[in-house]
């Protein structure tokens, strides 16, 4: 059987790594078993943050990547590309004045780029974007587009391509755009994206989002506008645990771990200060602890969490890995004894679902999670993952990370004795419980939806006698 074509518009995608990649990742890796032959369009990887090459072993030999340009203003991870005198400290010679001129001129732009980056940075991507599209739509046959955003640049580049060719077309949202917690404030520039995003539900015939929260927003703001709307979550790939074996293992302490970016909203600081708390009542013995933090732990022109491990004594309990290949990140996961879900503060960070809490559920091992109460608190409670607190209440996390050190410290006590360890979970019943955020059944139901319409557009064309 002749398989359908896909063409998929995402800006983020091996080598480019971070958490929303494992989305277009995992559907471009299974979309093939369920008849759908993938085409990614995306951009030419330079300096990213997160560069990860080891994940592009994951795409399969028939998917087909086309890499288009982007114009470079500004460096990934939303610094201005370092100068040799940005790289150079202490005694040595003042930047000359072409020096002093390019950082002039890089901070000027790094003022003025909420007013000109509209829909976000990667806008820069949408001229080459578009016209690399458009030579492979003229050139080879696709049956539908699927957009996944962020960044939203992703959907203006999809629906120029739909528009020009009649081709059917998923948006798919992993994060709100204009409804989203990070906003600029701008009123001008809020009103222009409301419109840009109109224009984008309207045009889509299939509107996709990752939680039920965000169908609703959704709905609420675009009711009237949207024709269809599918709940897929976000999920994990079952292959990624298969063998897992575990790494960066502490055996003789409580090893509570993190993999991920942290920024301004989304910090250790308090849970640091609540351990510290913990350690000076007597509670937790500082010697029997430690955390290991991979990925961004302080954004780049910020230290405030380092200032932080500083402040507190803690320098000997915090381990810092730096950024890691996600396979590594995984057996850092698989070696820890609790897994720390660090949440953004802002009010309406409930409505989110961090991804790192699916892989969270394939490692198995207790959660710590600092989350606004919401749907990624329920399903922590629901599948009984670990413990739960508000991110801006030390007394909860105090005594939520205390009843994981506790329950470390008598399951160690039971293993010198010689005594029988409690239950393991059941895989086979868990996993049957959780199908609905594996990546491969999410695949399968992107494709349900594609063959849906297909199957309108096939009703829709007069038959020949």
């Given at each position: 059987?002749t398989k359908?074509?896909?063409?998929?518009?995402?800006?983020?995608?091996?080598?480019?790594g971070?958490g929303?990649?494992p989305?277009?990742?995992?559907?471009?890796?299974?979309?093939?078993?369920?008849?759908?032959?993938?085409?990614v369009?995306?951009v030419?990887?330079?300096?990213?943050?997160?560069?990860?090459?080891s994940l592009?072993q994951?795409v399969p030999?028939s998917?087909?990547?086309v890499?288009?340009?982007?114009?470079?203003?500004?460096?990934r991870?939303?610094?201005?590309?370092?100068?040799p005198?940005a790289?150079s400290?202490?005694?040595?010679?003042?930047?000359?004045?072409k020096?002093?001129?390019?950082?002039?001129?890089?901070a000027?732009?790094?003022?003025?780029?909420p007013?000109l980056?509209?829909?976000?940075d990667?806008?820069?991507w949408?001229?080459?974007?578009v016209k690399?599209?458009?030579?492979l739509?003229k050139?080879?046959?696709?049956?539908a587009?699927?957009?996944t955003?962020g960044?939203?640049?992703?959907?203006?580049?999809?629906?120029?391509?739909?528009?020009?060719?009649g081709?059917k077309?998923?948006?798919?949202f992993?994060?709100?755009?204009t409804?989203?917690?990070?906003?600029?404030?701008?009123?001008?520039?809020?009103a222009l994206?409301?419109r840009?995003?109109?224009?984008?539900?309207?045009?889509?015939?299939v509107?996709?989002?990752?939680t039920?929260?965000f169908?609703?927003?959704?709905?609420?703001?675009y009711?009237?506008?949207?024709?269809?709307?599918k709940?897929?979550?976000?999920?994990?790939d079952?292959?990624?645990?298969?063998d897992?074996?575990?790494?960066?293992?502490?055996p003789?302490?409580?090893h509570?771990?993190?993999?991920g970016i942290l920024y301004?909203?989304?910090?250790?600081?308090?849970?640091?200060?609540?351990?510290?708390?913990?350690?000076?009542?007597?509670?937790v013995?500082?010697?029997?602890i430690l955390f290991s933090f991979a990925?961004?732990?302080?954004y780049?022109g910020?230290?405030?969490n380092?200032?932080?491990?500083?402040?507190?004594?803690?320098g000997?309990?915090?381990?810092?890995l730096?950024n890691?290949?996600?396979?590594?990140?995984?057996?850092?996961m698989?070696?820890?004894?609790?897994?720390?879900?660090?949440?953004?503060v802002s009010a309406?960070?409930?409505?989110y679902i961090p991804?790192?809490?699916y892989?969270?559920?394939?490692?198995?091992?207790?959660i710590?999670?600092?989350?606004?109460?919401g749907?990624?608190t329920?399903?922590?409670?629901?599948?009984?993952?670990?413990?739960v607190?508000d991110?801006?209440?030390?007394d909860?996390?105090?005594?939520?990370y205390?009843?994981l050190y506790?329950?470390w410290?008598?399951?160690?006590?039971q293993?010198?004795a010689?005594?029988v360890?409690?239950?393991?979970?059941?895989?086979?019943?868990?996993?049957?419980?959780?199908?609905?955020?594996e990546?491969r059944?999410q695949?399968e139901?992107?494709?349900?939806?594609l063959d849906?319409l297909?199957?309108?557009?096939?009703?829709?064309?007069?038959?020949?006698?």
């Amino acid at each position: 059987m002749t398989k359908k074509r896909l063409l998929m518009v995402c800006y983020g995608f091996p080598p480019i790594g971070g958490g929303g990649v494992p989305r277009p990742l995992k559907m471009a890796k299974y979309l093939g078993d369920f008849g759908w032959d993938v085409t990614v369009l995306t951009v030419e990887p330079g300096y990213h943050a997160t560069l990860d090459h080891s994940l592009l072993q994951e795409v399969p030999p028939s998917v087909q990547i086309v890499r288009a340009k982007e114009w470079k203003v500004f460096a990934r991870g939303g610094a201005a590309a370092p100068t040799p005198a940005a790289q150079s400290q202490g005694a040595n010679p003042a930047p000359s004045a072409k020096v002093r001129l390019k950082k002039t001129i890089i901070a000027f732009l790094k003022k003025v780029r909420p007013y000109l980056m509209i829909p976000d940075d990667q806008i820069l991507w949408y001229p080459q974007a578009v016209k690399t599209g458009q030579e492979l739509m003229k050139r080879e046959k696709f049956d539908a587009i699927f957009s996944t955003s962020g960044p939203a640049t992703n959907h203006l580049v999809a629906k120029k391509l739909a528009d020009e060719f009649g081709c059917k077309w998923i948006a798919d949202f992993r994060d709100p755009w204009t409804q989203n917690m990070h906003q600029t404030g701008i009123e001008w520039r809020e009103a222009l994206e409301e419109r840009l995003e109109r224009g984008v539900m309207a045009r889509a015939d299939v509107v996709t989002t990752v939680t039920a929260t965000f169908v609703e927003m959704f709905r609420e703001k675009y009711g009237d506008t949207i024709k269809a709307m599918k709940l897929i979550y976000n999920g994990f790939d079952r292959a990624d645990f298969a063998d897992l074996q575990p790494q960066f293992e502490v055996p003789d302490r409580f090893h509570a771990v993190y993999a991920g970016i942290l920024y301004q909203k989304r910090n250790p600081r308090l849970l640091l200060e609540a351990v510290r708390e913990l350690i000076d009542e007597g509670r937790v013995e500082q010697s029997d602890i430690l955390f290991s933090f991979a990925g961004v732990f302080d954004y780049p022109g910020y230290t405030e969490n380092r200032d932080c491990v500083e402040r507190l004594q803690l320098g000997e309990q915090v381990r810092l890995l730096g950024n890691l290949p996600h396979k590594q990140a995984l057996g850092l996961m698989k070696g820890g004894d609790a897994l720390l879900l660090v949440g953004d503060v802002s009010a309406d960070a409930g409505a989110y679902i961090p991804g790192k809490l699916y892989e969270y559920m394939g490692i198995g091992k207790p959660i710590l999670a600092l989350n606004m109460a919401g749907e990624a608190t329920e399903i922590i409670q629901q599948f009984q993952l670990g413990e739960v607190c508000d991110p801006t209440d030390k007394d909860q996390i105090k005594q939520a990370y205390l009843a994981l050190y506790q329950a470390w410290k008598a399951q160690r006590a039971q293993q010198s004795a010689g005594e029988v360890e409690g239950a393991t979970r059941d895989d086979a019943s868990f996993y049957e419980r959780v199908k609905p955020y594996e990546r491969r059944y999410q695949a399968e139901q992107l494709a349900l939806e594609l063959d849906k319409l297909l199957a309108m557009e096939q009703r829709k064309e007069p038959s020949h006698v």
